[in-house]
DNA sequence: CTGAAAGCGCTTACAG
DNA sequence: CTGAAAGCGCTTACAG
């Protein structure tokens, strides 16, 4: 490895003009700036993060943190949809992700300790569990942070408007005729979970919907929208339309619809949460609350950077979510 | 933040020792390691890993590259999955993951400047893309690294069965009586598409199938695979099965031949190559060879982790692969 | 069993 | 415009 000693040596000049003409400070002859520059090209050099990092305190790396206890798992769509445009924001501004974890060496340490060693800059947590001590700590830590995907005052927060999109799913319902409408509700113990729920009993009431019943499908999963739909069929009062607070959970309730021998969408209306690429592609595609996944991601960068250089305040992002009509709903008689 | 000279001066002894008790040094004496270890509990230290990594020259951090010249992306099921269990194996033994692009601080740089720059321990890089000048930069350097789903004989390469995939696919449609197998190809510059094409070939050598055609299908894509399909339809001996070399390819067939208003699985048997998450949940549920994603991370982080401590010779690793029987395939008479 | 000192590769006051 | 020196927070010969 070429270090900043070999530039010194090589162009004559000491290690402090080096490291001057490599980062840009005005007052170093032009003369002076060429020649170095020329021996960093000759000679390969970059410069090590980890030394800069030691003497600078700035590790240009931001820690990025799953919350899994529920175990919902990062191969959900929807995390790496948000994660993707989060690393594309950071990065441009030169920033590099690191994945945080609770071992470190073998040995088990909170996520924020993890954070403090390595040295990060700031921390994403993506965190779908309502109460979590270590996301408490975290928010609580004069480490920068942004959280996604649930709720606090006192740090930045970014999610979707997930109130709206219950209300955008059972107007549309509304819209079309159905006057039974049910909900297969996310786990109780998920941020989003209960604020679709929220949104859907809103507007339930403002329909004077009586007739609404709610399942518990779970932790967003297929098979728990299959369970829970499984529970709705059975019902004396049968619902003619389903809002899912996932789109996975619609699919598992689309799935025990056909099992029953009926058909979506001329037995039942179904609207699912999220858009995962899967909704559009499957046969009926999906009516669904599109998430905008990207959007959430390109928030949490632009919070988190900002209280990295600012100091800002905590900042909440509620990002527009949109309804998709698609073949899973119809107007009824 | 506290550092090891609060401790040393907490308890009195000198930071030599402190950093020997902290790294289990044999040569401390009981007590002493306990008063320390107290104190680190007590003033909550944790050592600062840049430093650490400063003055031992390794960082417990592995780079991860995403070469998606060809726009497949990492939002693909296939790399996510993989990626999980490549970090699931890592952190076990101490190793964060640190994303790596071509960016750092606005400047442009190789992945592998990039890598050297950040001072990671080794590097895992996932390609699609046959021929890379930025890949062969890294297999060229001295820096450990793995290269997951292209090939090289001159550094660490995991990789599906993808040879042996095809066979599978075209035996079974063989078993079922089909005589008329076409394949939807992958993308020419990927090495998995070029595998799987010599792998469907030799087996239709082997039986003799002198009416098979092939449809490239592009990057993988559903869209791809559409029209591929739209293709195989116009032919005048059409095709009675269908080998994709992905399982979007297959699900864009599935959808070409229902918008032609014919039928998976009477008119047309498929099979696709993946088993993603999906391919199990759409009606009828598809066919395919499935791509052991976990395994393949696992394998990619044993390679890389015993480059990194017994500078082993380069290894291959082919992972085997396995036909998952469902609805899109049928006997015909 | 313990400590003083040097060194890892940078940056940044301070001095000239 | 340039350089010598100190410092970031650790580890590790070396000495005792």
Do not use: C
């Not at 590099?96 to 800059?121: C, P, Q, S, W």
């Not at 988190?304 to 998709?324: A, C, G, Y």
């Amino acid at each position: 490895m070429t270090t900043i000693y070999d530039i010194a040596k090589k162009t004559g000049f000491s290690i402090t003009t080096v490291s001057r003409a490599l980062n840009n400070y005005t007052d170093v002859s032009p003369k002076t700036k060429k020649l170095i520059l020329e021996a960093v090209e000759d000679m390969h050099y970059y410069p090590n993060s980890v030394a800069r990092t030691l003497s600078t305190k700035k590790s240009w790396a931001l820690g990025i943190i799953f919350v899994e206890d529920l175990g919902i798992g990062m191969k959900h769509p929807f995390f790496n949809s948000v994660i993707e445009g989060f690393k594309k924001s950071v990065e441009q501004k030169g920033y590099d992700l690191i994945f945080l974890n609770r071992y470190v060496g073998g040995e088990k340490m909170t996520y924020l300790d993890h954070a403090l060693h390595r040295g990060v800059d700031g921390i994403a947590v993506v965190s779908s569990n309502y109460d979590d001590v270590e996301v408490e700590k975290i928010i609580g830590s004069s480490l920068p942070n942004v959280i996604i995907d649930s709720h606090t005052s006192k740090s930045n927060v970014v999610y979707s408007d997930n109130m709206r999109g219950s209300e955008l799913a059972v107007d549309y319902l509304y819209s079309l005729g159905h006057r039974n409408i049910a909900h297969i509700s996310g786990h109780s113990k998920t941020f989003v979970g209960l604020e679709r729920l929220r949104g859907f009993k809103s507007a339930v009431e403002k329909y004077q919907l009586h007739n609404s019943s709610i399942a518990e499908g779970g932790l967003f999963s297929v098979d728990g929208g299959y369970q829970a739909m499984k529970t709705l069929l059975q019902l004396e009062n049968r619902p003619t339309a389903i809002f899912a607070a996932g789109d996975n959970l619609a699919i598992g309730a689309m799935k025990a619809i056909k099992d029953a021998g009926l058909n979506v969408p001329d037995d039942f209306s179904i609207i699912g949460f999220d858009d995962i690429e899967l909704s559009g592609q499957i046969s009926p595609s999906l009516t669904t609350i599109k998430q905008d996944m990207d959007k959430i991601g390109e928030q949490a960068a632009e919070l988190l950077l900002q209280q990295i250089n600012h100091k800002t305040d905590p900042t909440i992002s509620i990002v527009p979510v949109e309804l998709i009509k698609r073949e899973t709903t119809k107007a009824i008689k």
